[in-house]
Nanobody
Framework: QVQLVESGGGLVRAGGSLRLSCAAS????????MGWFRQVPGKEREGVAA???????NYAESVKGRFTISRDNAKNTVYLNMTTLKPEDTAAYFC?????????????????WGQGTQVTVSS
């Protein structure tokens, strides 16, 4: 079992930046692909960014050029650096881990999920 704990959410003005962190409780963190998802009440959870064990990344079209996913295997942590934030980025952000290589945003492929951290972008 892998526990994931997100942090770094908060309230920010449009155009601002935030960095989310997700700490994993596993010594085999480097063997997992990781993803960030977000969800607004009443809507489906959507993929935002993903990163493989080797650092290959994938992004949703809506965040390309603004968000950057990265990982530090020595710290068992994955990050989501968010810049030029927009009100439509407001959501609960979740990190997720999957045992095998993958860059897609198929939620069923992810084995473990964090509890989420709220990001609110004011206009």
């Amino acid at each position: 079992q892998v526990q994931l704990v997100e942090s770094g959410g908060g309230l920010v003005r449009a155009g601002g930046s935030l960095r989310l962190s997700c700490a994993a409780s596993t010594r085999t963190f480097s063997t997992y692909s990781m993803g960030w998802f977000r969800q607004v009440p009443g809507k489906e959870r959507e993929g935002v960014a993903a990163i493989t064990m080797s650092g290959t990344t994938n992004y949703a079209e809506s965040v390309k050029g603004r968000f950057t996913i990265s990982r530090d295997n020595a710290k068992n942590t994955v990050y989501l650096n968010m810049t030029t934030l927009k009100p439509e980025d407001t959501a609960a952000y979740f990190c997720a881990a999957r045992r095998f290589w993958g860059l897609d945003f198929n939620k069923e492929a992810y084995n473990f999920w964090g509890q989420g951290t709220q990001v609110t972008v004011s206009s």
